[in-house]
């Protein structure tokens, strides 16, 4: 019984966790972004509308306008250090947060296996073109030969 898998198995839920809670961030991020826009705006059309109490509701505007906005610094900054955690991990992450498992040393090697399979396939390419060139030569050879009798 080999342990490595169960390191595996592990590896795939801590990605798959990290992947799910930056994908939860992203919308996070998109719906804090709509209420600051949105309930700020509320406030505001309400501190014009209502006569009475537009001090209380200027205040409720700005305090939205702080309150959404340390929100979103929150989400973003904890996201970021989630980030960074898995960096220090060892993967690679891209600009749209997937992450790429796949090191430089695993990368190298699956570019040679593709250079060694493109140069097999170069080689075979070419020994059929001479196998082509070949039969090309005989039929020739053929119609001079029964050009000449």
Do not use: C
């Not at 809670?21 to 509320?42: C, D, F, M």
């Not at 509308?49 to 989400?75: D, E, P, Q, R, T």
């Not at 900054?77 to 090191?103: P, V």
């Amino acid at each position: 019984m080999s342990i490595e898998p169960d390191y595996k198995d592990l590896l795939n839920k801590f990605m798959n966790y990290e992947q799910e809670t930056h994908r939860q961030n992203q919308k996070k991020i998109k719906v804090g972004i709509k209420v600051n826009i949105i309930l700020p705006l509320i406030f505001l059309i309400l501190s014009f509308a209502i006569s009475s109490g537009k001090l209380l509701f200027l205040i409720m505007w700005i305090i939205s306008l702080f309150g959404i906005a340390f929100y979103l610094i929150y989400v973003e900054y904890s996201d970021y250090k989630m980030m960074e955690r898995m960096k220090e991990y060892g993967m690679k992450i891209n600009n749209e947060g997937e992450s790429l498992l796949i090191n430089e040393k695993d990368l190298q090697q699956a570019e040679e296996r593709v250079q060694e399979k493109l140069d097999k396939v170069d080689e075979h390419r070419a020994k059929i073109k001479e196998a082509v060139r070949e039969e090309i030569d005989e039929k020739i050879g053929e119609i001079k030969g029964g050009d000449d009798k």
